[in-house]
């Protein structure tokens, strides 16, 4: 079975500082995974996938597959970060059909 | 290209009666994909549709909950007969193929009274 967990609910942080949203994942194959951002009032929208090796906005994440992880970092936050952030793990290439874990809210304070 | 688009956004229905959700794919996708996400918890994938037919159903609850996707006009996720665990944000995805993209609408929050 497919699992995505992301143990922080809430993750506060200050301007300019580094953030890092954990995601940890279970399968038992090959996964694909995702990160999406949900900005107030806007719709879901891909972040950044592992399979393009991409930074977006700042933001990296690089899958662990011995750790099971594809933990969400950018060295320095901006206020405009601040959003709700899922973890989604898609077990062939259709992004489509993919698990997501709950969401990390998170803060950044001026 | 208005991007996927979800209508109504905002449905308030009675214990009892039939909610119809709809979701128009954006211009050129044939794959559509519906998500639950009930307070506090994330997305759960409920179906996925191409154009006539269910590709996968795995996570429709197996009673009252049904979809459509036809050849012409938006894809339809119908709830017969709503209980007050219904009450949740409705989401549709859509992508061109089975892609590594699925672009989101805005959701449909379903409120039961």
């Known amino acids: 079975a497919q699992r995505v967990t992301q143990p922080e609910k809430l993750l506060s942080v200050f301007k300019g500082a580094p953030v890092e949203l954990k995601c940890n994942y279970s399968?038992?194959?090959?996964?694909?995974l995702f990160w999406y951002v949900q900005y107030s009032r806007q719709r879901l929208q891909l972040l950044l996938r592992?399979?393009s090796r991409e930074s977006i906005k700042g933001f990296t994440a690089d899958l662990n597959k011995g750790e099971t992880s594809f933990h969400l970092k950018k060295p320095f936050a901006q206020e405009e970060d601040s959003a709700m952030y899922y973890c989604a793990l898609s077990a062939g290439t259709n992004a489509g059909k993919s698990t997501f874990g709950d969401g990390t809210t998170l803060t950044v304070k001026p | 290209n208005a991007g996927v688009m979800q209508n109504p956004r905002h449905l308030v229905r009675r214990r009892g009666q039939e909610a119809r959700l709809r979701c128009s794919p954006m211009?050129?996708?044939?794959?559509v994909y519906w998500y639950r996400q009930l307070p506090e918890e994330g997305l759960k994938f409920m179906v996925y549709?191409?154009?006539?037919?269910?590709?996968?159903e795995s996570g429709m609850p197996k009673e009252r909950f049904s979809a459509e996707f036809p050849k012409e006009g938006p894809s339809i996720l119908r709830i017969q007969q709503v209980v007050r665990g219904d009450s949740a944000a409705y989401f549709c995805a859509s992508s061109p193929v089975e892609s590594t993209e699925a672009f989101f609408g805005q959701g449909t929050r379903l409120t039961v009274v």
């Open positions: 211009k050129g996708h044939s794959h």
């Open positions: 592992h399979i």
């Open positions: 399968y038992s194959g090959s996964p694909e």
């Open positions: 549709l191409q154009k006539e037919n269910i590709i996968d």
